[in-house]
């Protein structure tokens, strides 16, 4: 498990994140989102020891990284690809992980064989890897431990629809069997399709988090129609409010068939009308991060 609590790091004149707190769970995949900027890579950072925090703590298993022995046997990260050592082979750099670790010689060719790299592709100096390539090396070096949490900014970057299917069936497996995986990506229909969990940042604050279900469920009722000014006039003479949702739709918590009902009384021809957690997570996305990209824009 990963308890972050009250997590704050600030640099000259900027708060990059300001007061964070969420726990990833084991047994579920817990996607972190948020726009470019939003803070998600430096809280990752913090976790494992990377970057300091200026107040507040992340830990894993009730400790910090710092504090663990063998990192490695326990938290599997994979931040930066490409920050691997061109250099070296990709079976030289798991076999580093491997001593390191005091894990048995074939642990690393187990891992390329998880991953899907060939003998000849091992032998290859890292340079000479594609994206999708690093990221398969990467993600065997943060499985070669066999850890209990896996840390993972952006793994499907570089990866082939085939490839982003393996990864999503792979942390799925990891979940299932007890794992605690913190995800964040800028795909969200893959996060929508694995996670369990949701945890939204923005301009380095958390702005929503919970269930994947509660907070799609929470999107309320999306209604369109050619006359949004007459029917938004309508639902507030019901004392129903609702707030521009894009391209002529409009957003309320209102029930799908109160809203129905009072379009039909004003005479009022819908083009669209249902739960608005139909929408999926993009929208749910783009919704709970607009005033913060806003703020952003304006800073």
């Given at each position: 498990?990963?308890?972050?609590?009250?997590?704050?790091?600030?640099?000259?004149?900027?708060?990059?994140?300001?007061?964070?707190?969420?726990?990833?769970?084991?047994?579920?995949?817990?996607?972190?989102?948020?726009?470019?900027?939003?803070?998600?890579?430096?809280?990752?950072?913090?976790?494992?020891?990377?970057?300091?925090?200026?107040?507040?703590?992340?830990?894993?298993?009730?400790?910090?990284?710092?504090?663990?022995?063998?990192?490695?046997?326990?938290?599997?990260?994979?931040?930066?690809?490409?920050?691997?050592?061109?250099?070296?082979?990709?079976?030289?750099?798991?076999?580093?992980?491997?001593?390191?670790?005091?894990?048995?010689?074939?642990?690393?060719?187990e891992m390329l064989e998880l991953v899907s790299l060939t003998e000849r592709e091992a032998g290859r100096r890292v340079r000479n890897y594609s994206l999708g390539m690093r990221q398969r090396l990467g993600i065997?070096?943060?499985?070669?431990?066999?850890?209990?949490?896996?840390?993972?900014?952006?793994?499907?970057?570089?990866?082939?629809?085939?490839?982003?299917?393996?990864?999503?069936?792979?942390?799925?497996?990891?979940?299932?069997?007890?794992?605690?995986?913190?995800?964040?990506?800028?795909?969200?229909?893959?996060?929508?399709?694995?996670?369990?969990?949701?945890?939204?940042?923005?301009?380095?604050?958390?702005?929503?988090?919970?269930?994947?279900?509660?907070?799609?469920?929470?999107?309320?009722?999306?209604?369109?129609?050619?006359?949004?000014?007459?029917?938004?006039?309508?639902?507030?003479?019901?004392?129903?409010?609702?707030?521009?949702?894009?391209?002529?739709?409009?957003?309320?918590?209102?029930?799908?068939?109160?809203?129905?009902?009072?379009?039909?009384?004003?005479?009022?021809?819908?083009?669209?009308?249902?739960?608005?957690?139909?929408?999926?997570?993009?929208?749910?996305?783009?919704?709970?991060?607009?005033?913060?990209?806003?703020?952003?824009?304006?800073?």
């Open positions: 498990m990963i308890t972050v609590e009250a997590l704050t790091k600030k640099y000259a004149g900027f708060t990059a994140v300001d007061d964070v707190s969420f726990t990833a769970r084991a047994g579920r995949v817990t996607g972190f989102l948020g726009p470019n900027g939003a803070g998600k890579s430096t809280t990752m950072r913090i976790m494992v020891g990377l970057t300091p925090p200026t107040s507040g703590s992340a830990t894993v298993s009730g400790r910090s990284f710092a504090d663990l022995p063998n990192p490695g046997l326990e938290v599997g990260v994979l931040l930066d690809a490409s920050a691997q050592h061109a250099g070296r082979t990709g079976r030289e750099i798991l076999t580093i992980s491997q001593r390191t670790m005091g894990l048995p010689r074939q642990r690393v060719d065997a070096n943060a499985l070669i431990g066999d850890p209990e949490v896996l840390i993972l900014d952006e793994p499907a970057n570089g990866l082939d629809p085939a490839g982003i299917r393996w990864m999503r069936d792979l942390l799925r497996g990891y979940a299932n069997r007890g794992g605690t995986v913190l995800l964040s990506s800028h795909l969200l229909h893959e996060i929508e399709v694995i996670a369990d969990d949701l945890v939204v940042i923005g301009n380095g604050r958390i702005v929503a988090q919970g269930t994947k279900a509660d907070l799609l469920a929470a999107a309320g009722t999306l209604v369109r129609t050619a006359d949004v000014l007459e029917l938004e006039r309508a639902l507030f003479a019901s004392g129903i409010i609702t707030s521009p949702s894009g391209d002529g739709a409009l957003r309320t918590d209102a029930d799908p068939a109160l809203v129905g009902k009072i379009a039909l009384e004003a005479g009022l021809a819908l083009t669209e009308l249902r739960s608005a957690d139909g929408a999926g997570l993009e929208e749910m996305f783009l919704e709970l991060t607009a005033d913060t990209q806003r703020e952003g824009a304006a800073a």
